[in-house]
T-cell receptor, first 122, second 110 residues
């Protein structure tokens, strides 16, 4: 399977603990995104990497949240001192931005999502 | 006003009928629009994207875009029970982030 993968798929933790999630994008994709989704809502953007550079962070991403993408491959999202309000599905997506030489149909910078990590904070 | 608005539903249609899902967006400068399907407990799955005014067809799905009215729709022909899911409309924003609506729940009954 060459899709986006995320680990773990489920995480239950106690309030105040730190958690870390991992995302492995589609191998040739240079862009990687993190979103958070709560019940009954659409995904909300958290942060975006192009290669290893973190280019944008949402205001939703408090100081307790940090994301990295070393070497422009996999990414990690860490939440420190978790709160019950952090309970959500954390989704990772990746895309390939178009560049000269690619057939136009080969890349539309379309984001493909991984299966998500469901976090429950007790 | 939310940036992307969808009727939460549920939209209930009989098997074999056409399901029509609608979405409006607030940023008149938006250029790219996406429809994702999400089954309960699963992650969003891309159905279609559309950039140009008019219709775009892919199998049983047709996306329609009207930039003047800031309106995007998704038609599902010959609806099947397996189409029962939440359909998320998304607009591409700055830095390529997707701005999602809350989704419309579709229920196709036999």
């Amino acid at each position: 399977d060459t899709g986006v993968s995320q680990d773990p798929r489920h995480k239950i933790t106690k309030r105040g603990q730190n958690v870390t999630f991992r995302c492995d994008p589609i191998s040739e994709h240079n862009r990687l995104y993190w979103y958070r989704q709560t019940l009954g809502q659409g995904p909300e953007f958290l942060t975006y990497f192009q290669n290893e550079a973190q280019l944008e962070k949402s205001r939703l991403l408090s100081d307790r949240f940090s994301a990295e993408r070393p070497k422009g491959s996999f990414s990690t999202l860490e939440i420190q001192r978790t709160e019950q309000g952090d309970s959500a599905m954390y989704l990772c997506a990746s895309s390939l931005n178009w560049h000269p030489g690619l057939p136009s149909a080969a890349s539309t910078d379309t984001q493909y999502f991984g299966p998500g990590t469901r976090l429950t904070v007790l | 006003q939310k940036e992307v608005e969808q009727n939460s539903g549920p939209l209930s249609v009989p098997e074999g009928a056409i399901a029509s899902l609608n979405c409006t967006y607030s940023d008149r400068g938006s250029q790219s629009f996406f429809w994702y399907r999400q089954y309960s407990g699963k992650s969003p799955e891309l159905i279609m994207f559309i950039y140009s005014n008019g219709d775009k067809e892919d199998g049983r799905f047709t996306a329609q875009l009207n930039k003047a009215s800031q309106y995007v729709s998704l038609l599902i022909r010959d609806s099947q029970p397996s189409d029962s899911a939440t359909y998320l409309c998304a607009v591409r924003g700055g830095y390529n982030k997707l701005i999602f609506g809350a989704g419309t729940r579709l229920a196709v009954h036999p």
